[in-house]
């Protein structure tokens, strides 16, 4: 019994490990996407919008990527609903992007 309780306790680091590391991959992406947008912003560039929503989509997919691990270690039922509902509200915002995406690309 111990050995299971050492591999969940290994796992469980792991994935904290992994979690952390994402979300953090994530806000990168987006805090350096928002500078970059800016930047075209300020010099006028047609593909501004576009750059930036292709920056935030892909900021969100490494933080969804984090909240898919964290149902790995949930444990009762109101987590995995906090965690679902995040999910879902990521998966939503990311889906908008890609579809504002592709409509800036039908346009240009």
């Known amino acids: ?6 591999l969940h306790l290994i796992l469980e680091n792991i994935v904290d490990g992994a979690i952390l590391l994402f979300e953090f991959i994530g806000v990168g992406i987006i805090i350096f996407s928002g500078l970059r947008g800016f930047w075209s912003y300020l010099h006028r560039s047609p593909e501004t ?4 929503a292709r920056g935030l989509a892909m900021g969100l997919e490494f933080k969804l990527g984090s909240e898919i691990l964290r149902t790995v270690v949930v444990r009762d039922w109101k987590e995995i609903g906090t965690v679902a509902g995040i999910i879902a509200l990521r998966a939503a915002l990311t889906f908008l992007i890609h579809w504002e995406i592709k409509e800036e690309e039908k346009e240009a």
């Open 1 to 6: 019994m111990e050995f299971l309780e050492l």
């Open 49 to 52: 919008k576009l750059t930036l």
